[in-house]
């Protein structure tokens, strides 16, 4: 492992506490965004959202995150222009840190729900253009990156539209939704972990030897992985399932049977 000049290291260790509170401020911001309809609707508690917060991000950041932490390090700024001129590299990513850690802090405050990713690809390009000018920004990618900004929310919305009709044709038409809920279930788990297996494994990362796993292999093991996923919650879950909602709807039932009695004595 290569050594740190002194004349860097200060940079280093000032980017590190910086990058422990922009961590704390995208926890602060971008996880609320995402455990947020799950807490709203009471799915999770406030302590249980937190635990898995933390488990699936530190998961992600593992897995996936190489991908995107490569598109900042050198997709959206050409780093050609900044050779022989490292410490000027270095500094203008501390900058974009601390820009990107500021704004964060500022929107939590504020109540506004910001994106981390946009954060810091602003910040990114801004330290670029000043340092390097307009040569210094790699304008195809960053425009892929912009456009996925408004694909994305069209997508995911789409997406929402088809499951609600899907699942309200199926399961909340019904005079007795449990039973088509508990039978789709396993159907939900199974797609959800395919797709996110599919994006470990394929082209996955050079750390974990992922990235050495052939086409066949990663499709073997997505669809092997929901397949068992699928079959647990068929056989352990939606049996437990069932029984707490049951025994939860007897509950309901009782309790103002005996309000009534008790009323009419």
């Known amino acids: 492992m290569a050594s740190i000049p002194d004349e860097w290291l200060w ?48 998961l992600g950041a593992v897995l996936i995150g190489y991908r995107v932490s490569d598109t900042i390090r050198k997709g959206i700024i050409d780093v050609n222009p900044y050779n022989n001129s490292e410490t000027l590299l270095l500094m ?103 797709i996110n297996a599919i994006s470990v494994f394929l082209d996955g990362s050079e750390l974990l030897q992922f990235n050495k796993i052939p086409l066949y292999g990663t499709f073997i093991l997505s669809f092997g992985l929901a397949l068992l996923t699928a079959l647990g919650i068929r056989f352990l879950v939606v049996p437990w399932m069932r029984k707490r909602i049951e025994e939860g709807l007897e509950t309901d039932v009782l309790v103002p049977s005996a309000s009534l009695k008790g009323n009419r004595r």
């Open 92 to 194: 203008g990513n501390l900058s974009a840190l601390t820009g990107s850690c500021i704004w964060l802090f500022l929107a939590t405050f504020l109540s506004l729900p910001v994106s981390a990713t946009h954060s810091i690809v602003g910040a990114t390009i801004g330290f670029s253009l000043v340092a390097k000018g307009a040569d210094g920004v790699n304008w195809a990618k960053l425009g892929l990156i912009v456009a996925s900004w408004f694909i994305s929310p069209v997508m995911a919305g789409s997406i929402s539209v088809a499951l609600f009709w899907f699942i309200r044709k199926l399961v909340l038409s019904k005079a007795k939704p449990l039973e088509p809920g508990l039978k789709l279930l396993p159907l939900f788990y199974g797609i959800t972990i395919l």
């Open 11 to 58: 940079i280093v260790i000032v980017s590190f506490i910086i990058s422990f509170f922009l961590a704390f401020g995208i926890g602060a911001n971008d996880v609320a965004n995402s455990f947020g309809t799950s807490v709203g609707s009471k799915v999770l508690t406030l302590f249980k959202a937190c635990i898995l917060a933390t488990i699936f991000e530190i």
